[in-house]
């Protein structure tokens, strides 16, 4: 088994372990189960789409949850018997559980199944507080200059 040591960047950095633990995980799941195949697209600046090929299920088969950092989708098997005997099974009906981590202030805007394909729309929405700020030294406000109002000082 390869594994990624993170113990010399845990030495020299604070606050991400999150980050460390995940990458991990990751590893450690890497030889996991690849059902239902899916695509992970980036759309925008802040936009993704997920898309995962789920041919012969319903939307009452599939169960979507978001929960902080977390989005789980599970597929439900049928149990539709066929009318005749079947001489070869090819196309995969058993039940999944498929997870995606998420970063901060990403959550689902959308999700749609059609043609055997489920999407789900993410969006990533950093609240106002937590974008970068200009700070102003000393804590003065900046210098606005108007114009028109003192020209004579120039001269």
Do not use: C, W
């Amino acid at each position: 088994m390869n594994r990624f040591d993170t113990t010399p960047y845990r030495r020299s950095t604070v606050g991400f372990d999150r980050l460390f633990d995940l990458m991990e995980r990751q590893a450690r799941n890497a030889g996991g189960d690849n059902y239902p195949p899916f695509n992970i697209e980036r759309r925008g600046d802040d936009e993704y789409r997920i898309t995962l090929a789920v041919a012969g299920f319903r939307p009452e088969d599939l169960d979507i949850t978001a929960q902080q950092n977390l989005l789980t989708i599970n597929g439900r098997k049928r149990d539709d018997q066929p009318d005749g005997d079947m001489l070869h099974v090819g196309i995969a009906n058993r039940g999944f559980e498929r997870r995606f981590d998420l970063a901060d202030y990403v959550r689902v805007e959308n999700a749609d199944l059609k043609d055997g394909m489920l999407v789900i729309d993410l969006v990533r929405e950093v609240p106002e507080a937590m974008k970068p700020k200009k700070i102003a030294i000393g804590g003065q406000k900046p210098l606005e200059i108007v114009k028109g109002e003192d020209d004579s000082a120039a001269a």
